[in-house]
């Protein structure tokens, strides 16, 4: 991971991260950036459920353009308030978007239109704040939005970084084709045949992946179909903690910045056996035959 | 019956909102149990979608803390990408849309961006999510606040999510598709909009609150209807479901 980040989200870059909306969002990979003291990103996203904030509490964060940032199920993210309210740790730009504008902004960077028109976002001052949305004729036209890198968490991945990623995908299929490059993060990594044997269900093409990360546990505390459930006492701690500056930079010595990586992370963590899933629902195999 | 929350009752009377046989376009928190309630209860053949791209005929099995926890994903009847759910969206084939919010205005707008100047706001507010597209192309929608003057306000300085914007005639003046918000519920009456838009109305008023209460707690000088009821409370059926789909309270026992 600290190679991963270290040599594809340099300073100033535009990261997209957290597609898939609540689920599979790559904590791992933002606890990185923050231990690698990046600055100046622009942080894409639809909603982004926590790791927004604590990327903007710890002043890596220049621009958001996202639909909604905070705590899902808390409610309002206290660093993104301090940022855009008081300018601490450091003013931010925000880019505001709804979830559908957003993903249609990627889509038109994916397909390489210059803009998409689009009945969403008609009548809301949405339009008149974000430089990137304009009015024309009867529609709105969403400009694309194209990050330098996608940032994905899947179950498995094989080593060329084909990725099977399963349950609702949000905007991460947009995301990825939109981006320059893409980082796989993955919970199992297996041999090739393993994924290869069902293509439909590989998120992107191995052109755009430059980095495949095998970093278990790495979406904690949201959940990951199949693996992990959702972890909501750390949810509400994180949005307890963060809601001074000083508690949340307790809280980020604490989960971040005094922890190597994800399996030290995941040691310090007390009821990791209660947050595995354990009834597994495994669908039935697809026939690829051929002659 | 007179032992449940506030939340509970927004619970029950939000999930009578849903008609039997709708497409429901399902937000965070309360109406994630208010459609459980409403599958469960008068509207069998209901059906959900969830922004992150996901499809639902049953509630989950388990407790949500949010749309896209493992519960919610087994046993869906599609999962995908969130521009196909908001496809099904534009083209007019969800019914009813459920949208919280930070503050409401008499013609139904919505803010959940920006209390002040937007570039340098007062209070920022988490922005739409989904919120304004279910505002606009939603056939209809219902707002779930709770009721303070400062969030029933006179007129909303951003408008996040469109209601009937200056009044009625105002949506299909402006190009909006959906019908516009038919109800505000919250935690002291349900407001409503005559048909084809407007101002909003007090329709009902819950057990144990008055008309002056809940005209004291609104930002506007807020109409009543001339057949102003009370609301009927939760039955022992709907609050039965509630607490088996928030078993600890998470959502509706919460300060």
């Not at chain 1, 994905?152 to 094989?158: E, F, G």
């Not at chain 2, 599609?78 to 409401?104: K, P």
């Not at chain 2, 709770?146 to 005639?169: I, M, Q």
């Amino acid at each position: 991971m600290a190679e991963a980040v270290a040599r594809f989200v340099p300073d100033g870059a535009s990261v997209a991260i957290g597609t898939a909306l609540e689920p599979a969002i790559p904590f791992a990979a933002g606890h990185e950036i923050i231990r690698q003291r990046r600055r100046d990103l622009t942080l894409v996203g639809p909603i982004s459920d926590s790791l927004f904030d604590q990327l903007i509490g710890a002043g890596c964060v220049a621009t958001v353009c996202a639909a909604w940032v905070g705590n899902v199920s808390e409610g309002l993210g206290h660093c993104y308030r301090r940022a855009t309210e008081q300018g601490e740790p450091r003013p931010i730009e925000v880019r505001d978007h709804s979830n559908f504008s957003i993903s249609l902004a990627l889509w038109a960077a994916a397909w390489g239109s210059p803009y998409i028109p689009t009945p969403t976002l008609l009548g809301s001052d949405i339009v008149r704040t974000n430089p990137g949305l304009k009015l024309s004729d009867g529609a709105v036209n969403v400009l694309p939005v194209q990050p330098d890198v996608t940032i994905l968490h899947a179950q498995r991945a094989d080593t060329e970084g084909h990725a099977h990623f399963w349950g609702p995908l949000g905007i991460s299929e947009e995301a990825g084709l939109a981006a320059s490059k893409v980082i796989v993060c993955c919970e199992e990594l297996v041999a090739a045949e393993v994924v290869l044997s069902d293509p439909n269900r590989v998120l992107l093409p191995e052109t755009k992946v430059v980095a495949v990360v095998h970093e278990p546990g790495g979406t904690h505390p949201a959940p990951l179909q199949g693996f992990w459930r959702r972890d909501h006492a750390a949810y509400r701690d994180y949005a307890a903690r963060s809601r001074t500056a000083e508690g949340f930079r307790e809280w980020l010595q604490n989960w971040v910045l005094a922890v190597a990586d994800r399996r030290e992370y995941l040691a310090r963590l007390d009821a990791t056996a209660a947050l595995l899933v354990r009834r597994h629902l495994h669908s039935a195999p697809v026939d690829y035959g051929d002659e | 019956m007179s032992d449940y929350t506030s939340q509970e009752m927004m619970v029950a009377v939000a999930a009578r909102e849903i008609r039997d046989g709708e497409l429901v376009f399902v937000g965070m928190r309360l109406p994630i149990l208010a459609y459980g309630v409403a599958r469960s209860t008068h509207a069998p053949h209901a059906r959900a979608l969830y922004e992150l791209g996901l499809m639902r005929d049953q509630p989950a099995a388990g407790f949500l803390g949010t749309m896209g926890d493992p519960p919610n994903v087994a046993g869906a009847l599609w999962a995908t990408r969130m521009s196909n759910v908001m496809a099904l969206m534009a083209q007019g084939q969800v019914d009813l849309g459920f949208i919280g919010g930070a503050q409401v205005d008499r013609f139904g707008n919505l803010n959940t961006s920006y209390i002040g100047d937007p570039a340098r706001p007062a209070t920022k507010l988490p922005g739409s999510g989904g919120g304004a597209d279910i505002a606009i192309l939603s056939r209809r929608w219902v707002a779930l606040m709770t009721h303070e003057p400062r969030r029933l306000v006179e007129r909303v300085s951003y408008v996040t999510s469109p209601g009937h914007g200056d009044g009625a005639g105002w949506r299909a003046r402006n190009g909006l598709r959906g019908g516009g918000p038919s109800a505000i519920v919250t935690t002291l009456a349900v407001l409503r909009f005559p048909a084809g838009g407007g101002e909003a109305y007090l329709a009902s008023v819950h057990p144990g609150r008055t008309v002056e209460e809940v005209r004291r707690n609104t930002g506007w000088d807020l109409h009543v209807a001339d057949d102003v009821v009370e609301t009927p409370e939760p039955t022992v059926e709907e609050l039965a479901h509630t607490r088996r789909l928030d078993p600890d309270g998470f959502w509706t026992r919460r300060e």
